[in-house]
Structure formats: C-alpha cells, structure tokens
C-alpha cells in the first residue's frame, strides 16, 4: 500500500551489529532493525544521493541475508509476492525458513526489520505539509482511511502541525501491520484501529504499549514497537505469529522502552562485506548521470 504523500525512505534496526557467521546458519538468527540515512555519501560516487531509497532497501536486504543466514550477495536471489512483500527465493534455506523481512523507506531515511521467528513489517513516515492542500482539506480526502475514534485522537492535538503529526504516526502504523500481513491497497482501513500509547513519543525511544483492534476486537497476539527517530520520522514496527509456526516462547519478544531500537548504518557499513552481482558497467553508470534529477520539493512551516 502506498502513503499518502509524495516521498518514500529507507532504514531501521534494532539490536546492536549483525555479525559475520562463517558457520551454518543458526536457528536462532537474530532479529535486526536497521536504519541508514538518504542522504549518506558514498566514497565510490558521489552522485549516489540522488536516489538513494530503493537501492538502500535492496542493498539493507541483501547485507542482511549475507550475514544472518550466510548466503554470500551474489547469490541472493529476492522475490516478490503477489501483493508485492519481498522474500528469499533460495534452495539454501531450510533451518531459517521461517526468517522474516521488511523495508520502508521516506524522507531522510530508509529502515529495515527482520525477525527469525515471527512476521514482521516496518513503515517509515516523514511528517511534512501535504503538496499543495491545505491540513484540514487533506484530512478531509484521507476521511475514509480512519476511524471515528482515530480521528478524534489526531484533531485532539493542540495546533495542525502536530495533528499531522499524529496523522502520519496512525498512517505508518497501519502500513506496518498491512506489510507484515503482505496485503495490498484492497484492504479497508477502518477495519484497523490504533489505541496510541504513549501520547508523545520522545526520540530515540522505543516504545510498544500501542494497541490494535480488528473488526473492533483487540488483537493480542500482535506487539507494535514505535520509535521517534528525529523530529519528523516515525517508525513503526508490526510483529505478529507466522500462521502454522509453533514459537518457542509463549509471548512475542519484549522490548525495554529505553532500549535504543535502530542502529544506524553509513554506506560504508552496509556495502562492507559485499559482493560484485555483475561486472562493472562504466556506460550504465555514465547513462545514469546524464539522467536529469527531479525537482526537491521546498516547504515551510511554522509550529
């Protein structure tokens, strides 16, 4: 399902490093969130900001799968489901074949999730005035994609600002749990429903009390972890059972609220153990330049 604004962005994760394994993989492959900014430099090329968030996710994706399940890059092989969700198309597979990925990525970043055990989605929202519509016109396009009691939480806020604001934080929870679920735009919204906890969300935290409910019944086998990156960037992270996978332990996996959820990454780390997919193409790359990049949208705003 795509947002409703302009931009899309790369990162996120959440337990320290991923390690290289020179053994098979393990079953207890760790989970990951990862976050690497757009605009990162590149030692390589220079011109690499340019268009940084699909060939972050890929790259996050594929630095992932090299070291967590030890399928060297050139032999990472990533598929698509119908409804577009990506996953390891792979022979070398079996231990780990229960391990779950996501990519999000807008504005300034682009983040991934990935979990050993459970299903797993992550969206990414940029808090930013919406093209040319005004707040409250936009709000009355977007109608339809919430709740009456969501609504009620988003206009409780004190100005507009801050109302889009919670806006795109109920916007990137849905998004998470319809990424883990692999469902497209077909989905109605309203028949999701976030209980947002805490109110405010301080930076760099990592909290886990927002609660769902589906077709109005509160769904407790699935855990939503929302982290305030900076001022304008949040994430959210959906993590739920697998259908048919017996989990080793009774309770989706707990998080402390102070733990700092995302590593971020530089370009450097995630190309570090990579491998050449295919020969180097210094005519592709020229062609790539020539290209003429698109206007950057400017906004202002007063809070």
Request: negative net charge.
């Amino acid at each position: 399902m795509s947002a409703p604004s302009e931009q899309r962005t790369p990162t996120c994760s959440q337990h320290p490093q991923l390690t290289d394994r020179s053994g098979p993989p393990s079953a207890a492959a760790a989970p990951a969130h990862w976050l690497l900014p757009a605009s990162f430099s590149c030692s390589v090329h220079s011109e690499w900001p340019r268009r940084p968030p699909l060939q972050a996710g890929r790259l996050l994706m594929r630095k992932l799968i090299a070291e967590e399940l030890c399928i060297p890059w050139n032999e990472v092989h990533l598929q698509r489901t119908p409804k577009g969700k990506p996953f390891l198309a792979s022979n070398l597979l079996s231990i780990n074949s229960n391990y779950n990925f996501n990519v999000s990525h807008q504005g300034d970043y682009a983040v991934l999730a990935a979990e050993p055990e459970l299903q797993v989605g992550i969206d990414i929202m940029k808090t930013d005035l919406p093209g040319s519509s005004s707040i409250p016109n936009f709000f009355h396009i977007m109608k339809r994609q919430f709740t009456e009691t969501e609504w009620d939480v988003i206009k409780s806020m004190s100005n507009e600002w801050m109302q889009l604001d919670m806006f795109y934080r109920h916007w990137a929870l849905k998004e998470s749990f319809l990424k883990a679920i692999g469902v497209g735009i077909g989905f109605n919204l309203q028949r999701i429903e976030f209980n947002v906890s805490p109110l405010q969300l301080e930076i760099g935290k990592v909290y886990k009390d927002t609660k769902m409910l589906l077709d109005g019944e509160k769904e407790e086998e699935w855990t939503f972890e929302e982290t305030r990156l900076d001022d304008n960037h949040h994430v959210a992270v959906a993590l739920g059972k697998q259908e048919g996978f017996v989990q080793k332990d009774s309770d989706v996996r707990s998080v402390e609220p102070n733990q700092p959820q995302f590593t971020l990454l530089t370009f450097e780390d995630l190309v570090a153990s990579g491998i050449p997919v295919t020969p180097e193409d210094s005519a592709y790359w020229d062609n790539f330049c020539s290209k003429q990049e698109g206007p950057v949208k400017q906004s202002s705003h007063s809070r």
